[in-house]
């Protein structure tokens, strides 16, 4: 039934093509985004969940007094 629905609509074929070029673009971005990332940004994100610290004076504003 749905086999008959697709062939029925014209420029159907091109859905394919597109979806997969929107999907190879995006991969291609993502990878580039993160190759160009800053290793100390990834370290201090990878370190994030571990520092106690930190997260004490996120929770009083102490860090986000400094940042500004």
């Not at 291609?28 to 201090?44: A, F």
Request: charge should be negative; charged fraction near 25%.
């Amino acid at each position: 039934m749905y086999k008959e629905i697709l062939q029925s609509i014209e420029g159907v074929e091109i859905y394919p093509i597109i979806s997969l070029i929107v999907f190879v673009v995006f991969f291609i971005v993502v990878t580039i985004r993160l190759i160009r990332l800053d290793k100390n940004y990834i370290n201090e994100m990878k370190q994030l969940p571990l520092n106690e610290d930190d997260n004490n004076k996120i929770n009083s504003g102490e860090l986000n007094e400094k940042h500004t």
